[in-house]
């Protein structure tokens, strides 16, 4: 599959994803009063956004017929 994501969008969608990882594993350790299913929620879509801004490669762009990357 070709990079369908540009380099700035790639580099919010790891910061993004940083964040919230960050905020899942707060959660899940302190006194923040989520459901436990939040935070597992919040870890996968963590995973997601890092692994699509690492890989340059989104599914639902390439669904949608999106492409943000220019010609590498």
């Given at each position: ?28 350790t ?21 692994v ?21």
């Amino acid at each position: 599959m070709k990079r369908n994501v540009g380099r700035i969008d790639a580099i919010a969608r790891i910061v993004g994803g940083v964040a919230v990882g960050i905020l899942a594993l707060l959660a899940a350790t302190t006194d923040v009063s989520v459901p436990v299913v939040s935070a597992v929620g919040l870890a996968v879509g963590c995973v997601v956004l890092v692994v699509e801004g690492a890989t340059r490669r989104c599914l639902l762009y390439r669904v949608l017929g999106i492409d943000r990357c220019p010609v590498d």
